[in-house]
């Protein structure tokens, strides 16, 4: 069994929680929260399950380390705080752990990554043996290997396209939906998440994996960005109100260039509400499902759709990301020590079936 604790226990946090019980490899040693009201609570009680696991949470990161972990799932946030995510998450390394995480983006490429993120992981491998695999939380499955799955399906393929088309009304991170996407901010708001070349710090990095997938080179990467305000004004159930005349809905795409034409494309589709830009790409049902669209021939399409936490599609995407990272781990301390991407490590069947024998 490999001993493993999980960074955080926010919507990545939670669904770490219950993957890594779940699983017949792992066993759940520490759990690390930052809330001082979390201290000492019962890691199941907080990722949602209705019973105790006997682990209890705690704030004391020195000795959580100290004792020597074999794994780390770090799904405390990097969005607003990489800094401080770079220097937990090479600690983790230097303390001789495997580390996946959905938090460092640009590591989502390893290879391009800045030097300034790259140097301080690599030098942490070194002197302390751990591994690093970071994949997306939006999640990196649907933007890595699923379509490069699905174009080897094809006998030609001319574009891929990967989407993301959610209500965030479900998505239960407020400071993130109202500030970063810029979900009720006036029009003239500038969205960090959207901000020119954010998206392409974000995203880039998974675009750079699917074109060394396929073989290809990149021109170069490119954004477009669309934005629409709210007609009337929408009451959501974990929000609050979303005012009229204010950013109800956004879409973006971060292409991938191939001799001069998009050919690589990652597409979010986000509303606060389904009336907003109803003219948009919408899910088949329900609030939201990820979608991959090979153009070519034949002409492929998949859509995802994920639920847990009682219905709620936006952490089923979360858990999917999450179980993509915690699946891996067994790989990864098997391996050798190293920054790894999502073509390095496959993407096998799950370890078995839950109340059944191995």
């Not at 971060?254 to 494309?265: H, M, S, Y």
Request: charged share 20%.
């Amino acid at each position: 069994m490999i001993s493993t604790i999980v960074w955080g226990t926010g919507n990545v946090g939670r669904a770490a929680i219950r993957a890594v019980h779940a699983h017949p490899g792992l066993t759940l040693t520490g759990v690390l929260v930052h809330d001082p009201e979390k201290v000492g609570r019962d890691a199941g009680r907080l990722a949602g399950l209705d019973h105790d696991i006997d682990v209890a949470a705690s704030a004391d990161i020195e000795a959580m380390l100290g004792s020597g972990p074999q794994a780390v799932v770090y799904a405390a946030s990097g969005d607003i705080r990489p800094d401080d995510a770079l220097r937990d998450i090479a600690a983790a390394i230097r303390a001789g752990a495997v580390v996946v995480t959905p938090a460092l983006y640009p590591l989502y490429d390893p290879r391009n990554a800045p030097a300034e993120i790259r140097d301080p992981v690599t030098a942490a491998i070194a002197a302390g043996g751990g591994s690093l695999f970071v994949s997306g939380i939006d999640p990196g499955w649907g933007n890595d290997v699923l379509p490069l799955l699905l174009s080897g399906l094809g006998g030609r393929v001319d574009t891929i396209r990967c989407q993301e088309i959610f209500d965030y009304s479900t998505y239960d991170q407020p400071d993130s939906v109202r500030y970063l996407v810029g979900m009720g901010q006036p029009m003239d708001y500038v969205p960090p998440m959207t901000a020119p070349g954010i998206p392409t710090m974000v995203w880039g990095g998974q675009l750079r994996l699917l074109a060394r997938g396929l073989g290809v080179e990149l021109d170069e990467i490119r954004e477009t960005l669309d934005r629409r305000k709210l007609e009337a004004t929408v009451t959501t159930a974990s929000m609050g109100e979303f005012e009229a005349g204010t950013q109800g809905a956004v879409r973006f795409e971060v292409q991938g260039i191939v001799a001069g034409q998009p050919r690589l494309i990652i597409e979010h589709i986000t509303r606060i509400h389904p009336d907003c830009a109803p003219d948009w790409p919408v899910p088949p049902d329900g609030a939201g499902a990820h979608r991959v669209v090979v153009d070519g021939d034949p002409r492929l399409e998949v859509t995802v759709t994920a639920e847990t936490e009682g219905g709620n599609r936006a952490a089923g995407g979360n858990a999917t990301a999450v179980a993509r990272l915690v699946n891996a781990i067994d790989w990864l301390v098997a391996a050798e020590p190293g920054l790894y991407d999502a073509l390095d490590v496959p993407l096998r069947p799950a370890p078995g079936l839950s109340g059944t024998d191995a």
